[in-house]
């Protein structure tokens, strides 16, 4: 039921590329981005909702395929203030709010 | 830009000790959840609550806790009798529809 997310860690070099993947065994009404510095609350980035909408802002975009049931973020050109641990989360139904997060994937982008 | 307020920020209890947490969500919102993160782990739903009532639980959210709205600002979750696994990061969220949640900065619960 809890959504895997691929990779578990990446480094960077300021200015590359990241992707991070979210897949989920269940059918999916939404899929929920989180960013999460150490100790503190996750800052949501963005809101995927069933029918297949890539959203973005800045340069941080996702895509989701709901058909797949998978939803993927993407990094461009990263700075150092992207670094943490960056989270989905799914909800099945729509109806309460319920997120179910994966595990996380830890991001440092070294200068 | 309206936040999501938590105190205490930090809370340390013993064990079999009754805790309540409190969160102010932002005051337009409709919605209202508390999620927990035990320490290098992910976030864990416990409960989402709208109109007054607990709306969907986890499997986490067992007879020791509750949840109230007493009165037009506070959500609280209170903890009957905590267990030293009850410790852990608790994070109030709350939202307009069930789409776009905001988290507060957290209540860090430690159980001796």
């Known amino acids: ?111 | 830009e309206p936040e999501v307020t938590q105190t205490p920020s930090h809370q340390v209890t013993q064990m079999g000790q009754e805790v309540i947490l409190r969160c102010v969500p932002i005051s337009n919102h409709l919605y209202f959840y508390w999620y927990r993160q035990i320490l290098g782990q992910k976030v864990e739903f416990l409960v989402s609550f709208y109109n007054n009532e607990i709306s969907e639980k986890s499997e986490i959210f067992d007879d020791q806790f509750s949840v109230e709205r007493p009165d037009g600002s506070n959500f609280t979750l209170k903890i009957r009798s905590t267990k030293l696994e009850d410790s852990a990061m608790y994070f109030c969220a709350s939202s307009t529809t069930t789409d776009t949640q905001y988290f507060g900065p957290g209540t860090r619960l430690t159980v001796l």
């Open chain 1, 1 to 111: 039921q809890q959504p895997v997310q691929s990779p578990q860690a990446v480094i960077l070099r300021e200015g590359e590329d990241a992707v991070i993947n979210c897949s989920s065994s269940k059918a999916l009404y939404s899929v929920h981005w989180y960013r999460q510095k150490h100790g503190e609350a996750p800052v949501f980035l963005m809101i995927l909702l069933k029918g297949g909408e890539q959203k973005g802002h800045d340069k941080i975009s996702a895509s989701f395929n709901e058909k797949k049931q998978q939803s993927s973020l993407y990094l461009t050109a990263s700075q150092l203030s992207y670094s943490g641990t960056y989270f989905c989360g799914t909800e099945g139904t729509g109806n309460t709010g319920k997120l179910i997060f994966g595990q996380g994937t830890t991001l440092q982008v070294k200068p």
